[in-house]
């Protein structure tokens, strides 16, 4: 049944929502007047502090935004998530900064210096200190995060009026681009840096890599290594004693001294020495110890590649589960080669246990990919050549307002600053007419 409204009621309505709408917009109002910090503190849900300003920003503000742990029940429980807001002007663009991790203080993106825009910079749900409590593991989703993200740039844009720009390395790339997906209209542009998209949850594509990066000699190299490091995995665990002293602020009492280190060394060489060795900006294959080498210089290489005992300190751990359970569940990792040490298999538990019930969609990735290349816009990707990670980078789908470039002697740090002269020119003058700069 349809109902027909009297004339009066009708315009009693209109002249209702009209005095709300000019209150909630008046020029008065805490968020359109007066100084930047008080505007911030105006919007719903949003903690701002003043911070010492640094790099090219007028203005440096730490902030927490209220957010619901599930979109989906925007009056249920809520967490706060983290923001850094680096401010020139309100008038000027915004460079949206989304991180894939945790983010302890700000840092100064290339876009910003690069355009002389504004830098907001967002910390990922369930990492660092934008964690909710209780951790219901359900709702780490690449759809929930870009909720998040949503929501941050329906809040900020009352006050940055001007265009947007999206930005991420990597992980971050990645959130970038999953944000685009499901709110493609929220920023003008995208920049993704070195940002793979993975289809499984051990990408088997990394398999090939493996079997032909750097030169023959080198992989046999790596794996004589492999092989020797294994054999002698009794002689280390006084090594990384003293080690863990040295970095023992990663680590608690009980943890220091409760290590397997045999355990590590295990599952770090049989499942990811060939990966990290081949990211590593600094290591090559001259660096890789002979098999006449000391017990104590292959440790040496061991630590120059991993990163290891950062991920396995108290701090580590805490750090990396949340991209573990993302790798297990929707975004996934790369697979490992380790058939040549089939014969040194060893019974060894794994050095840290997960024990959060996962299942991998990989309708997840493959719906962003159909997005990608079906229906993006206004997205600038980046990789180096020399990244392992560049196996999964996203196919370019044939647009013109999509830029794909790699860099040939870079790797996982590729920047638009890395390239060439004629690739810089290409996406700077695209940015600048995406920005209206």
Known sequence: MRFNLPSFCLILIIAISFTITSCNNSDDSPANNGDILDRLNALAGVSAIELITVDHFNRLFEITVEQPVDHNQPNGAVFTQKIYLGHIDENLP???????????????????GLLNINQLTVEHRYFGESVPFPKDWQYLTIWQAAQDHHRIVELFKTIYKANWVSSGASKGGN?????????????????????????????????????????????????????????????????FETYINDVNEFYSTDIKFSLPFESIVYFAIMEDYAFE????????????????????????????????????????????????YQAKTEIGTYAYDADHLQDLTMNIAPPVTFNIPTEFDPSVMADIDNWLQTESSRLILIYGQEDPWTVAAIDHPGFDDVIKTTNSITKHSTRIADLESSSRTLILEH???????
């Open 175 to 239: 959130a970038a681009i999953f944000h685009r997906r499901f709110f493609p209209d929220d920023v003008d542009a995208t920049v993704a840096y070195v940002t793979p998209l993975l289809f499984e949850e051990e990408d088997q594509r990394f398999l090939e890599f493996y079997q032909t990066a750097g030169n023959e000699m080198c992989r046999e190299k790596m794996k004589a290594y492999q092989r020797n490091m294994l054999m002698k995995i009794d002689s280390f665990p006084p090594l």
């Open 431 to 437: 940015l600048n007419m995406w920005l209206g700069l």
């Open 94 to 112: 915004v460079a949206f900064e989304t991180e894939g991790y945790a983010r302890s203080s700000h840092k100064t993106r290339e876009l910003s």
């Open 277 to 324: 060795f081949w990211s590593s900006e600094t290591e090559n294959c001259g660096d890789i110890p002979n098999e006449n080498a000391s017990v104590q210089e292959l440790f040496n290489h061991f630590v120059a590649v991993f990163d290891i005992f950062l991920f396995f300190s108290d701090y580590g751990v805490e750090f990396w589960t949340p991209w573990l």
